[in-house]
């Protein structure tokens, strides 16, 4: 896929807004998985109706590559600033491709409580999955070769962005 | 035998930590950094996460240290590893077994990972030597301690309270007091500070718990103590070993203490915001009077809590290379 042929990440942004609206709980918290899906949490927070409390989680420690790839050097701490126990949370990822890292993050939020009801909302759904795992709410589908990475990044005014580019290493 | 650090992987990985010596500052700072992340997981209502589930975890103490044996433990419950203790003395090496022998037998019962303490300086290395030459490099070892050598664990530990209070390293002015001469918390210390960058490290004590050539550390020598406080910005109090004195290298605990004990009044010469550490146990009254150790300056609690998140840092660093 040439750049150009890219959507732009702000549109996919406002149509993964127009799905949740109505359709998410008033109350769910949003959980970013770090770094990207916490960008787009706080972004849907301040866009969405409703009261949303915003987590953050780094899936570190429980991704299934520590004995492969060792642990990467930046791990954030995972902040949840509400009872997981019997609560609604939207998790919230930019990418979705494997399946894996959502793995990781259902397993982290279990470990913090039972919670009564876990959705997922990512900005972009690449399809390549390994495990049983669909997005409940979904900006935009790629259809993009293995081998390359979707990246979103973000500007120091905000504004999100896609890109395209070589696999550097674990999905 | 190659010339590379043993302690270094071929691909410049951390596989065995067995002293602060010529380790590189990019590596200290990343056991740092890893171990920050770490603080919080003592917080959550399950306090473990999976990184090392299915690892296997020998505790070796051939010289006993409840509190080490004890925080290891938690920091690989905390990964959920699995933790054998093994009580050596009252094992087989009690019964002539050689040390490189137990860890032939407990590699057969597939450990991955030895904590090791042991009287005798550069135990760990060889085990970890021993590892690499019969091709185990996926076993790894981690001193906690080796005769008079090294401690880097709590070495690391000290420099991550450090950073958390003080923020530069390259700014700072330390002052390590009391016995330098059988203390190897004090040597790996001393040389996790000069590698971090920080400018003056004073040692202060009385000549006869000095090493001979303590200055080749890289320190400032002072034997008094009102003069060694003066506008430092971390004050390290070390135990006075009682275990370890041979001879009479002191009149009294009295004596020592009014020399240098710390006290309110000696604390007053540090800088107003000066941190207080001791790498415990404490013998209060003898090296620390009790309201300096309970005081608002002291940071000898927080030492221990920082220094479970530092040994999650380290055995999940050594576990991945």
Not at chain 2, 70 to 98: M, P
Not at chain 2, 268 to 297: C, F, Q, T, Y
Request: net charge neutral; glycine share 8%; charged share 20%.
């Amino acid at each position: 896929m040439t750049p150009d042929a890219l959507p732009d990440a702000e549109a996919a942004l406002r149509a993964l807004v127009e799905r949740m609206r109505g359709a998410v709980a008033y109350d769910a918290a949003l959980v970013g998985i770090y770094s990207g899906g916490a960008w787009i949490a706080e972004r849907l927070a301040a866009e969405l109706p409703g009261e949303h409390k915003v987590g953050y989680i780094d899936v570190a420690y429980y991704r299934d590559d520590y004995e492969i790839s060792g642990l990467k050097s930046n791990v954030r701490r995972t902040s949840l600033s509400f009872d997981v126990s019997g609560a609604t949370i939207v998790l919230v990822d930019d990418v979705l491709f494997t399946g894996r890292s959502v793995r990781a993050a259902i397993n982290e939020l279990f470990d913090f409580g039972r919670p009564e009801r876990i959705e997922l909302a990512v900005l972009v759904d690449r399809g390549g999955r390994e495990l049983p795992i669909e997005a409940t709410y979904c900006g935009v589908r790629l259809a993009v070769a293995r081998e390359l990475s979707v990246v979103v990044s973000r500007d120091p005014g905000g504004t999100l962005s896609l890109a395209v580019e070589p696999a550097s290493g674990a999905a | 035998m190659s010339t590379r650090n043993p302690q270094l992987n071929r691909n410049g990985e951390l596989t065995h930590l067995l002293t602060l010596e010529g380790l590189p500052p990019a590596i200290i700072t990343h056991i740092l950094d890893t171990a920050e992340p770490f603080v919080s997981i003592a917080e959550r209502e399950v306090k473990k996460v999976p990184l090392l589930r299915g690892k296997a975890m020998f505790n070796l103490f051939f010289e006993n240290s409840t509190r080490t044996r004890t925080t290891f433990e938690i920091a690989a419950k905390r990964l959920s590893a699995d933790v054998i203790n093994l009580n050596i003395g009252a094992s087989s090496t009690a019964k002539g077994e050689t040390l490189l022998d137990t860890v032939d037998n407990l590699c057969a019962m597939n450990a991955d990972l030895f904590v090791v303490r042991h009287s005798q300086s550069g135990a760990p290395h060889l085990i970890a030597s021993h590892l690499t030459t019969t091709g185990r490099e996926h076993v790894h070892v981690v001193n906690v301690g080796d005769g008079r050598h090294a401690h880097p664990t709590q070495g690391l530990l000290d420099l991550y309270t450090i950073r958390h209070y003080k923020q530069d390293f390259r700014a700072l002015t330390v002052a390590v007091v009391g016995d330098i001469l059988h203390s190897r918390v004090a040597r790996s210390l001393i040389q996790g500070l000069t590698t971090m960058g920080v400018p003056e490290v004073r040692v202060v004590g009385p000549r006869t718990l000095l090493p001979t050539a303590v200055e080749s550390l890289g320190v400032r020598v002072m034997n008094d103590m009102r003069e060694g406080l003066r506008g430092v910005d971390v004050v390290v109090m070390l135990r006075l070993q009682n275990e370890r004195m041979k001879g009479a290298l002191l009149p009294s605990a009295g004596e020592y203490f009014k020399h240098y004990g710390l006290t309110s009044e000696k604390l007053a010469l540090a800088k107003p915001d000066a941190i207080v550490m001791h790498p415990g146990p404490m013998n209060r009254g003898v090296e620390i009077d009790s309201p300096v150790a309970d005081g608002a300056r002291s940071v000898i609690l927080p030492q221990v809590t920082f220094g479970i998140a530092v040994r999650m840092a380290v055995l999940s660093i050594v576990s991945a290379a």
